[in-house]
C-alpha cells in the first residue's frame, strides 16, 4: 500500500529526555492496536516502513531498514528493534537535507507502492543546507508526499516556537492528503504518532 519512511529529529536542541521521550512514543504507536487495525483495513494489507533519525548534513542514521510489515508481529519487531538501540543528539538541523535523503532512500529499496510518503518529525526551522521549499518540491515532483510532525513542546531549556505548526504547513509538507499533527505535550506526543500512523496507512 504504502512506502512510509519515518524521519525522526535527533537535533542538538532535543534534550536526552526528549529523545528517550520520542522513541518510546514510536515503541508505542507501533505496539497499539489503532496500527494494527490501519494494517487491516489497509488495501493489501501490506506496507514497507524504515525508521531514520537526522540532524545536520550528513547526520542521518538508519535504526530500520527497510522493511516489508503484513502483521502485527512485525510492527512488534520494529518497536523491538527501535527499543533497542541509543540515541545522542547532533548539531543542526537541515530538513533540507533529509528530505533529500529521503528521496534518494527511496529509489534505493526494493519495494513498489500505490503511496511514498515521508513523515518527518522536528522541533525547530531548517537552518543548513539551503531552502526547505526547494528540496520539497523536489520530493513533490517525484510524487513523494511529506506529512509533518512539529514540536511544539516548552522543555524551560529551548525557547518554544510557537508558530512551527504553521512554518511546517507553508515550507514542509505537500502532496495528495498531506497534513500537520503539531505535539505541544510530550504526554501527547505518543498518541499524536498513533493518530499519524493509522492515517498514513490506512490512506484515509
Do not use: H
Amino acid at each position: 500500500d504504502v512506502e512510509l519512511l519515518l524521519m525522526v529529529d535527533i537535533s542538538r536542541s532535543m534534550s536526552a529526555a526528549e529523545l528517550e521521550l520520542q522513541r518510546q512514543g514510536y515503541v508505542e504507536a507501533l505496539r497499539s492496536d489503532s496500527v494494527a487495525a490501519a494494517l487491516g483495513r489497509a488495501l493489501t494489507g501490506r506496507i514497507a516502513l524504515a525508521y531514520v533519525e537526522w540532524a545536520g548534513e550528513g547526520r542521518q542514521n538508519i535504526l530500520q531498514d527497510w522493511t516489508l510489515i503484513e502483521s502485527r508481529e512485525d510492527l512488534f519487531a520494529v518497536a523491538d528493534a527501535i527499543e533497542m538501540e541509543r540515541t545522542f543528539t547532533q548539531s543542526r538541523t537541515s530538513i533540507t537535507a533529509a528530505l533529500r535523503y529521503g528521496v534518494a532512500y527511496f529509489d534505493a529499496n526494493a519495494f513498489d507502492s500505490m503511496r511514498r510518503v515521508i513523515d518527518i518529525s522536528g522541533d525547530g526551522p531548517n537552518n543548513q543546507g539551503g531552502p526547505v521549499v526547494a528540496a520539497r518540491d523536489a520530493a513533490l515532483a517525484r510524487g513523494i508526499i511529506i506529512n509533518g510532525l512539529p514540536l511544539m513542546t516548552d522543555d524551560g531549556a529551548f525557547m518554544r516556537i510557537d508558530d512551527l505548526d504553521v512554518y511546517y504547513d507553508r515550507c514542509v509538507i505537500g502532496g495528495p492528503g498531506a497534513f500537520v499533527v503539531p505535539v505541544t505535550d510530550w504526554a501527547d506526543f505518543s498518541e499524536a504518532v498513533t493518530r499519524k500512523l493509522v492515517l498514513e496507512i490506512a490512506g484515509v
